[in-house]
């Protein structure tokens, strides 16, 4: 597990503007977990406050993919 604060120092590390995090569920079951959907909220939030997008959050398994922006609408981008 990353906190959202290693990951938004990577980010400023590198100067994103935008940035596209992914995880895996080997389960095979990519539906994102209460966990899962409250981490990436506290992390755009945290984004959006030093001026960095978060443009996708993926979740892969051996046989899927799910993203995020395509199915929650607080990842929408403004």
Same mark, same amino acid.
């Given at each position: 597990?990353?906190s =959202? $604060?290693?990951? @938004? !120092? /990577? &980010?400023?590390?590198? #100067? &994103? *503007?935008h @940035?596209i995090? &992914? #995880?895996? #569920? =080997? *389960?095979?079951?990519? %539906?994102?977990?209460? %966990?899962d959907? +409250?981490m %990436?909220? /506290?992390? /755009?939030?945290?984004?959006?406050?030093v001026?960095?997008?978060?443009?996708?959050?993926?979740?892969i !398994? =051996?046989?899927?993919s799910y993203?995020?922006k395509?199915?929650?609408?607080? +990842?929408?981008? $403004?």
């Amino acid at each position: 597990m990353i906190s =959202p $604060r290693d990951i @938004i !120092s /990577k &980010a400023l590390m590198f #100067h &994103a *503007s935008h @940035i596209i995090i &992914a #995880h895996n #569920h =080997p *389960s095979g079951e990519c %539906t994102p977990s209460k %966990t899962d959907i +409250m981490m %990436t909220k /506290k992390l /755009k939030e945290g984004l959006e406050l030093v001026g960095i997008g978060l443009y996708d959050h993926l979740i892969i !398994s =051996p046989k899927e993919s799910y993203s995020m922006k395509d199915h929650l609408p607080f +990842m929408n981008i $403004r």
